[in-house]
């Protein structure tokens, strides 16, 4: 997950808040062309779910 968000697993949660917002920017299937939109949304998808993990403290530790 570390390396979907391009975070260090010693980041602080406010790295990771900073870093999802802006692929979740970049990804999100709404700002993006129909052609891609299945691509985006996958990624968006995989963005979203490394945040969820990486952003709670007992799910990071599990993790980690």
Do not use: M, W
Request: net charge negative; hydrophobic share 25%.
């Amino acid at each position: 997950y570390y390396d979907e968000l391009g975070v260090d697993p010693d980041c602080t949660l406010n790295a990771i808040k900073r870093k999802y917002r802006a692929l979740a920017l970049q990804y999100h299937p709404d700002r993006n062309s129909v052609e891609d939109k299945e691509e985006v949304t996958i990624k968006f998808r995989e963005v979203s779910e490394a945040y969820e993990i990486l952003s709670d403290e007992k799910s990071r530790s599990e993790y980690d």
